[in-house]
């Protein structure tokens, strides 16, 4: 089996459909990842540059930009000057396709230099190169300024300005005869092009783009980076369904998840409400189109792939969690100000997906996942029970009927679930993560039970009632904060004393941010202040490593004095849920519970004031910008606001 190139230690540049990959020394050699990308096919993998015959010596790579990447080099074109270096080359990559080159003079005399840029390609796609079927590289043939490669259908081409004196195709090089005066700079642009097609233009890259351009500031210096680095990871993530080009959604993430993941997207969208509801419309008016027909036996449904759940559950439905998550999505997006149009229109698809929940689950109390013979999974319940009780409040707000047999149906599941998934222990007890299909509890313990926190906004800035009862929610609240789940970076997708556990495991130990962001706020939500806090220092101190770009995950090595986090080879980075849960933590410290239709807004900061004073500015509310600022004593003031819009109790 080959392996999967590697991404921890890849600079990803990412404008959806565009990809630029490298690592930190610049070159790009044609091994692993390297290359430009436009929708998951490879259309340069190779561009080294040789000046005065050498390669320059990286100095520095970082990114600057979600979608851009800086790389400066040096060399001595004067070998018998000394050992400084008088030649500065600075390589700028952008994933739109564009690779700018400047080459700077520092010695006292003025330079000719030669330079070469060798070009290549496979054009194979993400997919192939992820399974090692990528190929060798095709033959060039010069074109224009630059140079061309096809195969079977498809065509890429490589320009450069200004024109190179010489192109050899068999050897793929431009050329140029450089002249540099003392202090002197000359610059040489390239630009990647899929035969076919125009210019790339980045859905996130317009100027009425769905996303607000929150801003964070505050006593602790890490989340003014982390929230600009989350909003603009998210713009990099968004695509346009090609149908409906004014219907935009979040990819799940670069370089792996490019496309649609219906689960995925919602969560990330629903994380990412403060920054407008015009994001939430798209994906919900996307997906609401792949819906299954109410011909099929399972109408309502929206399909998704199987998801790895570990070797101790069989694979998870993503299309179970996703038509669990519509009804959810809409009624937090109108709480928080999806226009009244938008939110009848969308309002069938939610109606479609709560039928197919009471039909899935019939006369009996739980929803099996996969239908109809898996196991009763604890955190299916708890997007079951959500869905349940947002979507009967939904439904009654536009006289719809279902809510009262909605609301029946969630207290008969609580009432089982408290009995039949808490098991006993010497510690006082935990949620179970799943009933076998005999009804046995299976007893490990992992980071999904944080979805039982995760209630739902209703009205009036209520949550909505959980599965477990306050004894209960106490338990788990200690539990998450116990080394065998904090791994001092987040929490691990297993407890370190699990059977199975794997600190590099996508569900048996490696820390999911997703999740850590969920117990953030649950437990903030909840009163368990000391927790959520220790929680969320740890997720900063993690992204901080990250240079503020959370992966979706990463290894669950226990936090000690002086280590670091250790990124998994296989994490996507940028990801759509890691990013969205930096806003997700920031409005859990505000506490801000809105209400648009009742123009209502209520906040309940955490007291604690774990990072000490905190504004956020730029958010969206009810249609309009909205700021709020939270004290060093936890107290909450809004700044700014719509008009109309009040303060609730």
Not at 187 to 211: F, M, S, W
Request: include cysteine.
């Amino acid at each position: 089996m080959s392996e999967l190139p590697p991404t921890h230690d890849v600079l990803i540049c990412v404008a959806l459909p565009g990809l630029a990959i490298s690592g930190d020394q610049g070159q790009l050699a044609g091994r692993g990842l390297d290359g430009f990308y436009r929708g998951g096919r490879r259309l340069l993998s190779r561009c080294q540059i040789r000046v005065a015959g050498r390669e320059p010596l990286a100095v520095q790579a970082r990114m600057t930009g979600a979608d851009s990447a800086r790389f400066v080099g040096a060399l001595r074109a004067s070998p018998a000057a000394g050992p400084d270096p008088d030649v500065m080359v600075e390589r700028t990559r952008r994933a739109e396709g564009t690779e700018r080159i400047i080459l700077r003079n520092a010695a006292a005399r003025p330079l000719r230099l030669p330079v070469e840029v060798a070009l290549g390609t496979d054009l194979a796609e993400l997919g192939a190169i992820a399974s090692g079927r990528a190929g060798p590289e095709v033959p060039a043939m010069v074109r224009d300024s630059g140079l061309r490669w096809a195969t079977a259908g498809v065509a890429a081409s490589v320009t450069a300005d200004p024109p190179p004196f010489d192109a050899l195709a068999s050897a793929g090089l431009l050329r140029w005869e450089v002249e540099l005066p003392p202090g002197g700079t000359a610059t040489v642009e390239l630009r990647v092009r899929l035969d076919g097609a125009g210019p790339l233009r980045a859905a996130g890259q317009t100027a009425t783009g769905p996303l607000a351009l929150a801003r964070a500031t505050g006593d602790d210096p890490r989340v003014a980076p982390l929230l600009q680095m989350a909003v603009a990871d998210l713009q990099a993530l968004l695509l346009r369904d090609p149908a409906h080009p004014a219907d935009t959604y979040l990819a799940a993430g670069a370089p792996w998840r490019c496309g649609m993941a219906p689960a995925e997207a919602l969560a990330a969208t629903r994380m990412a409400l403060p920054l407008g509801t015009r994001l939430a419309a798209g994906t919900l008016r996307t997906l609401a189109r792949t819906q299954l027909p109410d011909r099929d036996p399972r109408a309502g449904l929206i399909p998704g792939p199987r998801r790895d759940a570990g070797p101790l559950l069989p694979p998870g439905c993503t299309g179970t969690e996703a038509t669990l998550l519509f009804p959810v999505l809409l009624a937090e997006a109108r709480r928080w100000g999806l226009p009244e149009q938008e939110t009848r229109e969308l309002l069938p698809a939610a109606e479609r997906c709560l039928t197919w929940l009471r039909t899935t689950v019939g006369d009996g109390i739980y929803l099996p996942d996969p239908q109809p013979a898996g196991p009763v999974r604890c955190e299916t319940q708890a997007h079951a029970h959500r869905a349940a009780l947002l979507g009967a409040d939904l439904l009654d707000a536009y006289d719809r009927p279902g809510g009262t047999e909605l609301r029946q149906w969630a207290q008969d599941l609580r009432a089982a679930f408290r009995a039949d998934f808490w098991v006993e222990d010497r510690g006082g007890g935990r949620p179970a993560a799943a009933l076998a299909a005999d009804g046995r509890p299976v007893p490990h313990l992992g980071s999904a039970a944080v979805h039982l926190l995760d209630t739902g906004l209703l009205g009036s800035g209520r949550l909505a009632q959980g599965l477990l009862d306050q004894v209960q929610t106490e338990h788990l609240a200690r539990l998450l904060g116990t080394p065998a789940l904090d791994a001092g970076w987040g929490l691990r997708g297993l407890g370190a004393k699990e059977a199975g556990h794997n600190p590099f495991g996508h569900r048996t130990g490696a820390v999911r941010v997703h999740e850590t962001a969920l117990a953030v706020t649950g437990l903030a939500a909840a009163g368990y202040e000391k927790e959520a806090g220790g929680l969320l220092r740890g997720l900063l101190a993690a992204a901080e490593h990250f240079g503020h770009r959370l992966p979706e995950m990463f290894g669950g090595e226990q936090r000690s004095a002086g280590s670091a986090p250790l990124p998994h080879p296989a994490a996507c980075r940028p990801a759509a849920t890691a990013a969205a849960s930096a806003i997700m933590v920031l409005i859990a410290l505000a506490g801000i519970r809105p209400d648009a239709p009742a123009r209502t807004v209520t906040l309940r900061p955490v007291r604690s004031a774990p990072l000490g004073e905190l504004g956020l500015t730029g958010l969206r509310l009810a249609g309009a910008p909205f700021a709020v600022r939270i004290s060093r004593l936890g107290l909450a003031m809004v700044e700014e606001a719509a008009d109309g819009l009040q303060l609730g109790v």
